[in-house]
């Protein structure tokens, strides 16, 4: 159930501010009664809505990969008037919304919905969806540095899970190198922090996978939309790894 004025805008009968005066204007129907109070849930697949006495368009559930450039904003709108990642979402006509976010600096793999169940899903603590990542550091870690990432880093907000962590390449002369990293949580800047902590502060942050879904193809400040498949192998690996976790 979700409340009327939220349920009007994502159909997009106007910004949720002007449904709400639809409604204390009594322009608008649920199941053929008038509604003239806020606050009041509706069932948007179950209840007939109408305003001004025609039925609102049925929302589509929508599910987005967005490779997101590096120095946008993971919101849909920003008080600085900065580039948000629905910048780069044309001819999307449903309001969705970022599943988790990634940093001003990170680049990569961004889901987007409209779908709020589905990303609850992915993102509950409880369910350690994993996140790959690919870091780039200057100098090349030793195997004892990365150990300490995978036995897990104290930071300000307590220890981290254990990590997946491997090398992806390094530079000939050991000028740099890019390691390779999964985490199962979702703190903020915690790729970044962590690195930090064993001394290897990151100069670039790409995420590449995202549960079962990957990144590779899809250019920079592109986006392509799931398919049913793809939807429903991430809905059953956030319910495996609850299972596992739990």
Partial sequence: ????????????VASRRKCEELILQGKVEVNDQVVTTLGVKVDPDVDVIKVNGRPIRKEQKVYIVLHKPKGVITSVK????RRVVTDYLKGIKERVYPVGRL????????LLTNDGEFANLLMHP??????????????????????KLREGIMLEDGITMPAE???????????????SI??????NRQVRR????????????????FGTLFLHGLPRGKY????????????????KTYKIHN
């Fill in 194 to 209: 962590m690195f930090e902590k064993v001394g290897y502060p990151v100069y670039r942050l790409k995420r590449i996978q």
């Fill in 165 to 179: 962590v491997e090398y992806y390449d390094v530079e000939p002369d050991g000028s740099s190198s890019i390691i």
């Fill in 126 to 147: 409880s369910h350690h969806v994993p996140r790959t990542y690919h870091a780039y550091v200057k100098g090349v870690p030793h195997g004892d540095v990365l150990d």
């Fill in 1 to 12: 159930m979700e409340r009327l004025q939220k349920v009007l805008a994502h159909a997009g």
């Fill in 78 to 81: 920003d008080p600085k008037g």
């Fill in 224 to 239: 392509r939309l799931l398919s049913a498949q793809e939807v429903k192998e991430l809905r059953d690996a956030a319910h």
């Fill in 103 to 110: 940093d001003y600096d990170t680049e990569g793999l961004l």
């Fill in 182 to 187: 999964t985490i199962y949580e979702g703190r």
